[in-house]
């Protein structure tokens, strides 16, 4: 221990003479341990973010579009035009389906709304049962929800998001309040909670909701519904259940054997997956330029080191006189290499963790530390020093006092 | 008694390339336990290389070399690092303190590598250095002490782990006669308390100080007189 500390205040002095040198080297350990750590948390933010996305769109949800879905970027509509889904399928899933637990079929259009002089050109207006706010997690601050009456009554009565309301009624209650949506004067009965952006970045409190029968009849006159949201029991139940939805739908829908589907059960686990594709890739450019980083950090320090071997030849073959044996030479210079790293790695994790906070609150990520990813990066450093300590100290233990003595 | 060094017949040839150069040509010498030896000769008579072997910084070419009875030929590098921090203590002409360590750490140095750890180590330092007179400086740098101060910190060094043998190569090589006379008492002040110490010089009166002189020429001992 006391050598330990003996030796290190000898290298720090040591280093003192390259002190541009050793910055330089350092630095490529920092930014080793800097991006490592940095993708590290990040990657962990985004899987917990993608999961809470998920559970945030409702527990245990299938959704059941009807069309193709086709996918060409991260912003494509998850839903098609086509409206082939029908109250009949929605009800037929539910009664002979037993891993269901509540259907939430739904329609939905983009109508402008209106109250007195203000006037929003195009709002999501959605058509939903009253097991919709169940399924979709989907709760109401104020007033009341849509009930079974409202629904088989065609009720005109409207629940608002925050961002509508507000735009509409800024500070004001709206529950009472009286809006044109289209043509036909609704009531709003209630307002949203707060639900935040969905996967695809869309601000969900930017839309208002009235009975399913309302909109059909009232709004686009029309029997059939855009999409039928599924809650299976239990997260085991959900992939079967899939399976058993899609066999259901094909029988009912008449498609034989060679045709194509007019619906899409979608899997959520794809619809998250392009935003952890661009995280895949960004974290693999971000771990190629921490092995970039480490390896010249390794060359800086392999330089660094034997230039201090040089420069201290003479107390090296002292060390060697008075009874270091080769192996406390070897020892000494790789603990002098690590130093090095490591003091470099270790400002590197500090900062890689301070951008990674930084990075999440921006991005809007729950923060999350990743443990491995600290511990890859405090690895990855003190390995540089040691690999980069390797060949000057063996360097180190060819030196021989005779030489030493002779020299001068 | 058994003699501390025996050497019968020890040769030392250096190869440079294709040459073979034979420095020492079979020397035979015995040094026993508190002698204060002085070893006398011209610039390249091999006094350096016999001092290397006698402190087994170097091992012979050919012969027997047996220090404290013990066979030096044939053991390993670290062996031979072993050895020397128990057994041996050595001065050099250029002092060798290292620039980065304290004069108290440099006179520490040898029991970084000891076998066994030494228990007080610090209170024995600084009790040698307080001998040499030197204790107020334990602190500082060796580059703010004096040639003569560096020389007695580095005999403080060679005596941090209590060896039997101290070897001098012209300890007195770099200082001026006023202080090289100090530093010969200090040695002779060692060999009176028990040390064996042999001294490498061209200088007469240095070598005076010894009780006894090996005169060396072209690798072989021409004649031993007590001094
Ligand atoms: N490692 C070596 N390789 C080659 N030749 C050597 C080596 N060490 C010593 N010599 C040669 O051996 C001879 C004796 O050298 P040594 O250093 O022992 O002399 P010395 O008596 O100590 O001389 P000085 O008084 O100048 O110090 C010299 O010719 C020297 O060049
Ligand atoms: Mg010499």
New interface residues.
């Given amino acids: 221990m006391?050598?330990t500390l003996?030796n290190l205040?000898?290298a720090?002095?040591?280093l003192g003479n390259f002190k541009l040198r050793t910055a330089l080297a350092t630095l490529g350990v920092f930014f080793g341990t800097f991006s490592l750590v940095v993708v590290g948390n990040l990657s962990d933010s985004l899987a917990l973010k993608t999961e809470q996305e998920i559970a945030n769109l409702g527990n245990n949800l299938i959704i059941v579009v009807s069309g193709q879905v086709r996918r060409h970027g991260p912003n494509t509509p998850l839903i098609s035009r086509a409206t082939n889904l029908t109250l009949g399928d929605a009800e037929a899933i539910a009664n002979t389906l037993p891993a269901t637990s509540r259907v939430a079929p739904s329609g939905f259009r983009a109508f402008p709304v209106r109250r007195g002089n203000t006037v929003l050109k195009a709002i999501a207006v959605n058509g939903v049962t009253p097991d919709f706010g169940e399924v979709r997690n989907f709760e109401i601050a104020a007033g009341s929800p849509i009930t079974e009456e409202d629904d088989r009554l065609q009720r005109k009565v409207a629940l608002i998001g925050r961002t509508t309301a507000e735009k509409l009624f800024g500070e004001e209650n709206p529950v009472g309040k009286t809006i044109l949506i289209w043509r036909v004067p609704c009531q709003i009965i209630g307002v949203m909670a707060e639900k935040g952006a969905d996967v695809a970045g869309n601000d969900q409190d930017n839309q208002l909701f009235i009975p399913l029968k309302t909109f059909l009849r009232n709004f686009v006159n029309q029997e059939n519904v855009n999409i039928i949201y599924v809650q299976a029991v239990s997260a085991e139940a959900i992939d079967p259940l899939r399976g058993e939805i899609e066999a259901l739908l094909r029988v009912r829908h008449k498609i034989r054997k060679e045709m194509k589907d007019d619906f899409t059960v979608v899997d959520l686990k794809e619809v998250t997956a392009l935003k952890s594709q661009a995280m895949g890739l960004i974290s693999v450019l971000g771990r190629i330029a921490a092995a970039a980083s480490f390896l010249i950090g390794a060359l800086g320090i392999l330089s660094i080191m034997i230039l201090i071997v040089n420069e201290r030849r003479?107390?090296i073959?002292?060390?060697?006189?008075?009874?270091?044996?080769?192996?406390?030479i070897i020892l000494q210079f790789l603990m002098e290499s690590s130093f090095i790293s490591v003091s470099g790695g270790m400002i590197g994790m500090a900062a890689g963790f301070l951008m990674s906070l930084a990075i999440a609150k921006v991005l809007d990520y729950p923060v999350t530390i990743s443990g491995l990813g600290l511990l890859v990066a405090f690895a990855a450093s003190a390995l540089s020093g040691i690999v980069a300590g390797i060949y000057p100290s063996f360097k180190a233990t060819q030196i021989?006092?005779?030489d030493?003595?002779?020299e001068? | 008694m058994t003699p501390l060094c025996r050497m019968e017949d020890v040769r030392k040839t250096f190869r440079m390339g294709d040459d073979a150069v034979e420095v020492l040509k079979g020397i035979d010498l015995e040094i026993v336990h508190g002698e204060f030896a002085a070893i006398m000769g011209t610039s390249g008579s091999g006094k350096s290389t016999l001092m290397n072997l006698i402190g087994c910084l170097d091992v012979p070419t050919s012969g027997r070399y047996l220090l404290a009875g013990r066979e030096v030929l044939g053991l390993k590098d670290d062996d031979l690092s072993v050895l020397r921090n128990a057994h041996i203590g050595f001065v050099f002409q250029n002092f060798y303190l290292l620039p980065y360590a304290t004069v108290l750490e440099n006179v520490l140095l040898p029991t970084l590598y000891r076998e066994n750890a030494m228990d007080g180590a610090r209170e024995r330092a600084v009790e040698l250095l307080r001998l040499i007179g030197l204790e107020a400086r334990m602190r500082f740098r060796p580059n703010r002490l004096s040639g003569g101060e560096q020389q007695r910190v580095a005999i403080c060094r060679a005596l941090m782990n209590d060896p039997e043998l101290l070897l001098a190569d012209e300890p007195t090589g770099q200082l001026d006669s006023k202080t090289a006379a100090e530093i010969m008492n200090l040695l002779a002040k060692m060999n009176e308390r028990g040390k064996t110490v042999i001294v490498v010089t061209h200088d007469p009166a240095i070598a005076a100080c010894a009780k006894r002189i090996i005169r060396i020429k072209d690798g072989v001992i021409v004649d031993e007189q007590a001094g």
């Fill in positions: 006391k050598r003996l205040k000898i720090l002095g040591s003479v107390e073959g002292i060390r060697r006189a008075v009874g270091s044996r080769k192996r406390d021989h006092p005779v030493i003595i002779r001068i």
